[in-house]
């Protein structure tokens, strides 16, 4: 049953990989950060990131132009929205 398993999941992966356009290849920390070097963001700057994959270089901008006071505002206030858009629809 292990093997039996194991091949199951193997071929389940390869089967999410045939449905990529492209592979996931993640900008290098180093990159992300010269690149905000060079565009010297302020928190008055509008930053888009489209296709942006799991979002590390616009919380990477975020870190940079806000302080960790206000971030937390922010995530607590999308979490309040998550939790009551999930309980509207669950309701």
Do not use: I
């Amino acid at each position: 049953k292990t093997n039996n398993k194991a091949s199951s999941s193997t071929s389940s992966s390869q089967e999410d990989d045939s449905n990529r356009l492209a592979p996931y290849n993640p900008t290098h920390a180093t990159a992300q950060s010269n690149a905000l070097d060079l565009l010297e963001l302020t928190p008055r700057d509008v930053f888009f990131d489209l296709g942006c994959g799991d979002g590390r270089l616009v919380v990477a901008a975020l870190e940079r132009c806000y302080d960790d006071d206000f971030l937390m505002r922010v995530h607590q206030e999308r979490f309040a929205r998550l939790q009551l858009s999930h309980s509207q629809d669950n309701g």
